[in-house]
């Protein structure tokens, strides 16, 4: 994939898409290969995910989702054109048949999502609008829109990307992908900016909070992938590296951890690289490197799942560089971090959202964008998926 420089000079759709997608690499990224299938043992079929498995196949442009236990329903943002002067969209589903309830039009682009339950509110993403809005998720109303990013030196507006939610202080954390690295740590009680740190580093694209720690850890490329910054003081705390990438600049970076999950009890990160098509576990109190996984090709969200001790990645199976495959979703063991199983879910699995319990997951999956895609039909549409935990044939002996 192309370096974020000649990114952000190319179309306002690949901009947007990026937001989930893989935004940059290394001139030379190691090559990246799909699992085989179907003949290894590790594969579900689609008969025995069947009926674990509910779909909803009848929104278009959808990117990230959150579960409201409260409401029993999940709440999709969408975006599906890319115009300057068009609409996003916040789609509510029911959470257990995934019925669309209703539909709310948002001024701005949809990208990011999240939710603070006990207040009742959804935070949206604007990532090229380089804002977030604050909307009651009972009633569908904007309350606020907290303007976030700047105009460049090129006058271009400094765009956001993930949400993450310290409810019990009220504060969001927001990340930037951009070459400089931006976080910005706002008040949520007031809407205002309590820190924004420029120097976080390469492609601050990932996100995970430690709230033990009062730390949100963000994820990108550069010589140092992971960093983590006190969200008391905006000062950092700590920053984990790979050692692959000796020399700084984008040119030079081996890595993009476009995703960040936390295992808060065992005190470790788990990043998926979308350069390199693995997982990366990394030990929080020692800051070593303890795991590397194989994903596929575009590896994009992941999950931890303390209940289950298990970890959900999803891999998109196309990129620019590995053109006209499909993805699926990983399971893997969370304490030796092997693949357990895999499900075929063409065409690209994109993020994940699970409940508290860890029960159930709720995932988008993507159309093809272009229509040189062998799966690739007019007048597509994106999935919402619904999978119940364990699957039934997570039982079946692989090994």
């Known amino acids: 994939m192309r370096p974020l420089s000649r990114l952000c000079a190319a179309s306002a759709l690949v901009i947007a898409s990026a937001l989930w997608a893989p935004l940059a690499r290394a001139e030379t990224p190691a090559p990246q290969t799909d699992p085989a299938r179907p003949t290894d043992p590790i594969w579900l079929t689609p008969a025995e995910i069947a009926a674990a498995i509910t ?14 236990p409260a409401l029993g329903q999940i709440f999709v943002t969408a975006t599906p054109g890319f115009g300057d002067d068009l609409p996003g969209f916040l789609h509510v589903l029911e959470a257990d048949s995934l019925r669309v309830i209703r539909q709310i039009q948002l001024p701005r682009r949809a990208f990011a999502l999240a939710l603070d339950e006990g207040r009742g509110l959804l935070y949206v993403g604007h990532t090229m609008d380089g804002a977030i809005s604050v909307v009651d998720a009972k009633s569908g109303q904007v309350l606020n829109v907290i303007q976030l990013g700047q105009p460049d030196a090129e006058g271009k507006t400094e765009h956001t990307r993930m949400i993450r939610l310290d409810t019990e202080r009220q504060l969001a954390f927001v990340t930037s992908p951009g070459a400089d690295g931006l976080v910005w740590i706002v008040d949520t009680a007031t809407g205002s900016i309590r820190h924004r740190i420029s120097d976080a580093g390469l492609w601050r694209a990932g996100a995970a909070y430690d709230a033990q720690r009062g730390v949100i850890w963000v994820s990108g490329g550069g010589m140092e992938e992971v960093n983590g910054w006190s969200v008391e003081t905006g000062e950092k705390v700590a920053g984990f590296s790979t050692g692959d990438t000796t020399a700084p600049g ?16 065992g005190q470790r990160l788990f990043a998926t690289d ?3 098509g693995a997982l990366y576990t990394f030990d929080i109190a020692t800051g070593k490197l303890t795991g590397r996984t194989e994903i596929g090709v575009g590896p994009l969200d992941v999950v931890f799942n303390a209940a289950r001790n298990e970890i959900y990645v999803t891999w998109r199976g196309d990129s620019r560089e590995v053109s006209g495959g499909t993805g699926g979703l990983a399971i893997l063991d969370g304490t030796d971090l092997s693949v357990r199983h895999r499900l075929d879910l063409p065409a690209h699995p994109n993020t994940i959202e699970m409940d508290a319990k860890g029960d159930t997951l709720w995932l988008t999956v993507k159309a093809p964008y272009s229509d040189k895609h062998p799966a690739w039909r ?15 044939a997570q039982a079946r002996q692989t090994d």
């Open 378 to 392: 007019a007048e597509q549409v994106d999935q919402v998926l619904r999978l119940d935990l364990p699957l039934p």
């Open 274 to 276: 979308s350069n390199s």
């Open 250 to 265: 984008k040119e030079a970076s081996q890595h993009f951890f476009v995703n960040l999950a936390i295992d808060e009890a």
């Open 55 to 68: 779909r909803q196949d009848s929104l278009k442009g959808l990117y990230e989702l959150r579960y409201s």
